[in-house]
């Protein structure tokens, strides 16, 4: 999209005294937005298919990821978005690297590509598109995980490929950002690996205490209160909540509650008159209407909630 061109100049003002004037025009929010600064940190969003927004394009006019809204929001700081889909909380520490893995060749590359069949030293199995930029052993390219099993792929396809040790280049990416984690709801019933894995995202921060903000899972049809995921579910979340303080979102909270499906983002809905929505209040799980059709994803609606709730949350903690 190119940039909006600017209005023609109005007629010139009267000159002003010899020697200006040294005071700074309009009020300190009035300068900050027309002179925003240019050093903005940037904010990094870790996850899978929630953070990535799946289900976006459901029920709302037009499509609604929230890493869009987020990069209005922080503007002009960058806002880079790394949720994947079908990801677990460890293809996430891969990703960040935090988890720097040996990789043991399984075959010989691939005429013209050079990719090259691995294995990871960690077991970690595929999952979802997820393709990582790094270097084996020294060597650039890509660690491809979108198909049945891992492949390495090296930027010039010429380069020999050897057995060696995977690093991830968005742990550059990361250096000095501040982040905003949604990761594990899909290996969610590994309680104290969830945890555990947030936690060292968490600590990875340039500063743990300010700079990571969590967000809570939320319940889907396949959540009903009673089951195993519900109360895996309910338990990572309230060991964040006490962990993380402010810097903890409880989402789930927020699309399961009265109070929070009144929020200003879906008050127009007057979801809380629909029957269906009281169904599945009943059931401690996300509303029907917040849903995308597959029942595992926000739709527009939900997506726009949670938006509204994160940018909220970023200004409480000044970082906005």
């Not at 982040?179 to 290996?187: D, I, R, S």
């Not at 990571?212 to 195993?228: C, E, F, H, R």
């Not at 008159?273 to 609606?301: F, K, M, Y």
Request: charge should be negative; glycine fraction near 10%; charged fraction near 20%.
């Amino acid at each position: 999209m190119h940039s909006p061109q600017p209005a023609a100049p109005a007629a010139p003002a009267a000159p002003l005294p010899a020697g200006g004037n040294t005071a700074a025009p309009g009020t300190e929010a009035s300068r900050r937005l027309l002179a925003p600064e240019r050093d903005a940190r940037p904010l990094t969003l870790w996850g899978s298919s929630s953070m990535s927004s799946e289900g976006g394009t459901a029920a709302t006019p037009v499509t609604v990821r929230i890493h869009e809204h987020l990069a209005l929001a922080a503007a002009p700081a960058v806002v880079h978005g790394y949720g994947v889909g079908a990801t677990r909380s460890p293809h996430t520490l891969l990703m960040r690297g935090l988890d720097t893995p040996e990789l043991r060749l399984l075959g010989d590359p691939v005429p013209g590509s050079g990719a090259v069949p691995v294995a990871l030293d960690s077991g970690l199995s595929p999952a979802g598109p997820l393709r990582i930029p790094g270097d084996l052993a020294g060597v650039p390219g890509v660690l491809d995980g979108s198909g049945a099993g891992w492949q390495f792929v090296p930027d010039d396809a010429s380069r020999s490929v050897t057995a060696g040790r995977f690093r991830s280049a968005l742990a550059q990416v990361a250096e000095g950002s501040r982040q905003v984690l949604w990761m594990g709801k899909n290996n969610i019933l590994d309680v104290s690996g969830v945890l555990e894995d947030t936690q060292r995202m968490w600590d990875a921060a340039e500063d743990p205490a300010q700079d990571t903000l969590v967000l809570g899972q939320w319940p889907t049809p396949d959540d009903p209160v009673g089951s195993a995921t519900a109360e895996a579910v309910d338990a990572v979340n309230q060991e964040q909540q006490r962990r993380y303080g402010d810097h903890f979102l409880d989402l789930g909270g927020l699309l399961t509650s009265e109070d929070g499906l009144r929020c200003p983002p879906l008050a127009p809905l007057r979801l809380l008159e629909q029957a269906t929505t009281q169904e599945s209040l009943a059931q401690r799980i996300v509303p029907v209407g917040l849903r995308a059709p597959d029942d595992i994803h926000l739709n527009g609606w939900g997506n726009l909630a949670a938006s509204w709730a994160i940018v909220r949350r970023m200004r409480e903690l000044r970082w906005l």
